[in-house]
């Protein structure tokens, strides 16, 4: 099946990636799962309305639950083949999972999960290895270049280009998360403050709370959400 509805979509993976969506496949015919694997046709209809939208250039649906909310697969672009939830109320493609394997492993295990519940890779809890490392600063990097070379990056490309940024960013890397502390926007700036009071990351506390003061709406609450978090 999965090389049929690639080879449709023009999309060129790795044999490996086919070889366990099909097995996966074959894993969900045994066993309800909240986040089931759509069907073929499901996909295409999917991907032909998201084409229509630009923040799903790079992405296609492949698991679906039962309220309008989609599983990505990063096919091209900086991101490639990472995972991502498609929420139809809150737009947010920064990567959960760093690849098909690690998704597929943690569904598994928790088929009656939903995506909220899922132990995710990003942002990451523990340290990482050195190859997984130089993988995510090296999407980060493409990703800054992106934003920084993009003559004609528009405001929401950009935002969802800095909350991968912000997901992928390492444990060892956090102080690169301060000045978005200061970003203009203000869904940049709110997950900003998510990220850093995620990490429990006592370095920005004192910016931290200057936003808590002086911060826009969604970035006040944040950081003071996020200063709570700290003090737990």
Partial sequence: MF????????ITVPDALHKELE????????????LRLMEFEEIIETVDYMSKIEVYQDIIPLWADNNSNYIGFHFQGACKYRISYLNHEETDLSPGFRGISSFIKKLETQPHFDWDELKRDYPSEVEISNTELVEDLNCIDELNNLINFSQLLNDEIRCQYIFSIMALTPKTHL????????????????????????????????????VSINGMHNGKLAAKRALARMRE
């Fill in 23 to 34: 097995s996966h496949k074959n894993q969900q015919k045994d066993q309800i799962y909240f």
């Fill in 175 to 210: 102080d690169s998360l301060k000045k978005y502390l200061d970003d203009e926007d203000m869904y940049v700036q709110e997950r900003a403050c998510e990220i850093i009071g995620f990490h429990r990351y006592l370095p920005a506390r004192e910016k931290l709370i200057e």
């Fill in 3 to 10: 090389i049929d509805l690639f080879n449709r979509l023009n």
